[in-house]
């Protein structure tokens, strides 16, 4: 027969209620000299960066008359953006496919609770190297090793992919519940068997929703890769600022919005039928 819940005691109670009801207090001397080191790194950061809100509102004016050029769309070479929205597509969902196999592979050694410290520290140590190096900077790489085109863009894609993912994928292994885990080891499974039946059913939720976050942020990056001449709608996005037709390029900055906002609500849904 199942036991009964246990209920607090009155005293826990009543420290909970005390808690909850207790109005805001002056922080210590701790809390004190936190507050002014963030106050201080806030205006430090401000200086160097030269922010300015006069600056920001001088320009105000100007950006409106940006605005005003950029309409109305011209969507008369719809038919091309369409094509080049489909090849950024689809360099996203291989880039992603590709670079999410290889971050999973990576994130079981970058898992504190399954790797072992040596192999730990080399493996998080890649993932930091790989998600320092901007996207740009590997389409270019690429650009000059394969040429131009959508191919570079997708081997970015994989590198960016796995420097971002790698790190979400092993704390998500490391974030789930000790108890089966060890249940497996004290049964006499092997590490193997701990990572196939104990790590990855547990983490599989949070698996994919990360993956399918990281293929909305691949669509977006994509469509800068083409700057560089890494595929995609990039190069023609370009090339519409350059040529100042600002017509065309709203269309292709409207046709782009489109696309995320899609993808972004197939996502949502796919997420809350899996978490």
């Known amino acids: 027969m199942p036991e009964a819940p246990t209920r607090p005691s009155p005293a826990d109670a009543t420290k909970d209620e005390l808690r909850l009801t207790r109005a805001v207090q002056v922080p210590g001397v701790g809390g004190l000299a936190g507050v002014v080191a963030v106050i201080a790194i806030v205006a430090w950061s401000v200086a160097g960066s030269d922010f300015s809100i006069e600056r920001f509102v001088t320009g105000m004016p100007r950006m409106g008359e940006f605005l005003v050029r950029l309409w109305p769309p011209d969507f008369g070479r719809f038919g091309l953006i369409v094509e080049l929205l489909i090849e950024t597509l689809q360099m996203a969902v291989v ?15 970058a898992a504190s609770n399954i790797s072992p410290p ?3 520290a080399s493996s998080r140590f890649v993932l930091n190297v790989l ?3 901007p996207e740009l900077i590997f389409a270019l790489m690429f ?12 081997l970015a894609l994989v590198l960016g992919s796995i420097g971002t993912i790698g790190k979400i994928y092993a704390e ?15 049964a006499g499974a092997s590490k193997r068997q701990v990572i196939t ?13 990360y993956t399918l976050l990281l293929f909305e942020g691949n669509v977006r990056g994509a469509t800068i890769l083409g700057l560089v001449g890494a595929g995609g709608i990039g190069m023609e996005l370009t090339t519409a600022m350059r040529l100042y037709d600002y017509g065309h390029l709203l269309a ?3 046709s782009i919005i489109v696309l995320v906002t899609v993808i972004d609500r197939l996502s949502a849904i796919i997420r809350k039928k899996i978490t």
């Open 131 to 133: 998600r320092s190096i």
């Open 252 to 254: 292709i900055i409207l």
């Open 197 to 209: 039946y104990g790590v990855v059913p547990q983490a599989s939720p949070l698996l994919v929703s």
């Open 118 to 120: 040596w192999l730990y």
């Open 95 to 109: 880039g992603t496919l590709i670079g999410a196999v290889l971050s999973l592979f990576l994130s079981f050694a």
């Open 143 to 154: 650009v000059s090793a394969v040429g131009l085109g959508p191919f570079a863009g997708i």
């Open 172 to 186: 998500a292994m490391e974030s789930v519940p000790s108890g089966p885990l060890d249940a497996l080891t004290s």
